[in-house]
């Protein structure tokens, strides 16, 4: 844009067209062309601040930038050599991702063993403990038979009648 439309275009919408109007020809062109700005969209800047401040052909203004336009992906010519390489990348990938898939399978194989054992030996170790307490209960000496209650009777001492006596 030449700087008299850009002047134009200011003063027109609205916008602190006395800021574009009393910058240099050089400010108002390097901040009138930032990369990226949507269409409609200029920038310049500010006299007083020195501040770039951003302006729409809508009349809007803002001290932030508009969001950026997406520009399209340039697409990078590649050569067959290339093209080679990547695919010789990719096969090597490819085969240590297998190589990895049956260390994994593996591995797994093994923890499904491992859990195997695991129970296996948790029921020999509950049949182990209760055999140990069915023998030490087996080896403990029975309690002391009780007296049957009809066939003892206590009498008193005779000690202390036989000492009256005398």
Do not use: C, H
Request: proline letters at 9%.
């Amino acid at each position: 844009m030449e700087l008299a439309a850009q002047k134009k275009q200011a003063l027109s919408s609205g916008t602190n067209g006395a800021a574009v109007a009393s910058a240099t020809p050089s400010a108002v062109q390097a901040a009138a062309t930032p990369a990226a700005l949507p269409p409609g969209w200029a920038s310049s800047i500010d006299p007083s601040s020195g501040r770039t401040y951003y302006y729409s052909s809508s009349g809007e203004t803002s001290w932030d930038p508009p969001a950026a336009v997406e520009q399209p992906a340039v697409q990078k010519q590649v050569s067959p050599e290339e093209v080679d390489q990547l695919k010789k990348k990719v096969d090597l990938f490819t085969m240590q991702i297998k190589d990895l898939n049956v260390q994994l399978d593996k591995a797994r194989n093994d923890i499904a063993t491992l859990e195997e054992d695991i129970k296996a030996k948790e029921v020999i170790i509950s049949k182990l403990e209760s055999a140990a307490a069915d023998a030490k209960a087996a080896a403990a000496p029975a309690p002391p038979a009780e007296p049957a209650a009809s066939a003892v009777v206590s009498e008193p001492p005779k000690q202390e009648e036989e000492k009256e006596k005398y």
